[in-house]
């Protein structure tokens, strides 16, 4: 075989293996393989693979992780508002409400005055965790 063949074989190669990758990967508008295979997006709606948003459910996982005698669970605060959006964050702080803290004890006890959510996650959290959290919930922070 001569070298010319040789390079227009590999080249013919390279060529529909590109193509080959490039259809098997290739979605349309909707996120579907334009292929088939019926691949899935969490953004096509899929009930099943979203779990529906609770902002009740969040703001009790963000009462228990600040309401501790033992202190803060700042993990437990972090890993509750990820994947919160703002309006969601919005949603949650007006269920949140007033809620009895003490300044001197840093939680829910008796002698407390009726906050809302922004300043029990100020009073609880360092200065960086707080900004944090501000610069992804800027409307509400």
Known sequence: MTTKKKIVIVTASVVILGLG??????????????LGGN????D???IN??????ASQKVALLYDA????NGTDETLIFETLT????????LINKAFGLKNYNR??????????KLPLKT?????LNDSEYSLLRKKFPLYL
């Open 83 to 90: 994947g919160v959006t703002q309006a969601q964050f919005g």
């Open 49 to 54: 693979t979203v779990p529906a948003f609770s």
């Open 39 to 42: 691949k899935k997006y969490i």
């Open 21 to 34: 990758v490039y259809f098997l990967t290739r979605t349309n508008s909707n996120g579907k393989s334009v």
């Open 104 to 113: 001197l004890l840093g939680y829910n006890t008796i002698g407390g005055t």
């Open 44 to 46: 096509e709606g899929d």
């Open 120 to 124: 029990w996650l100020k009073e609880e």
């Open 66 to 69: 600040m309401n501790r005698y």
